[in-house]
């Protein structure tokens, strides 16, 4: 099983950046997919940049803003998350596991609060 504890979000304004962390700790043994997912008020949570069998998947309305990363050495994944707009306010969760970007599998984090002003 594994342990995520994200960081990182907040509140910005339009056009701001902000970047999420995302520790893992315990057994990372037969992951195959991690990344980060995201849930607004009144809606399903929708995958937003997942690493899948080596390949890089972004969701069509993050692509060219966001960018997924990981730090192996530092079993961190990280969001970074530029030009925001009000649009991508939600609490963004990230995963380890197995699946694929819309049929996850495994170990969720708590969430992180990211909030976008006009």
């Known amino acids: 099983q594994v342990q995520l504890v994200e960081s990182g979000g907040g509140l910005v304004q339009a056009g701001g950046s902000l970047r999420l962390s995302c520790a893992a700790s315990?057994?990372?043994?037969?992951?195959?997919?991690m990344g980060w997912y995201r849930q607004a008020p009144g809606k399903q949570r929708e995958y937003v940049a997942v690493?899948?069998?080596?390949?890089?998947i972004y969701a069509d309305s993050v692509k060219g803003r966001f960018t997924i990363s990981r730090d192996n050495a530092k079993n961190t994944m990280y969001l970074q998350m530029n030009s925001l707009a009000p649009e991508d306010t939600a609490v963004y969760y990230c995963h380890y596991g197995m699946g694929s970007a819309r049929s996850p599998v495994g170990s969720w984090g708590q969430g992180t609060q990211v909030t976008v002003s006009s």
């Open positions: 315990g057994s990372t043994l037969g992951i195959n997919t």
């Open positions: 690493i899948s069998w080596g390949s890089t």
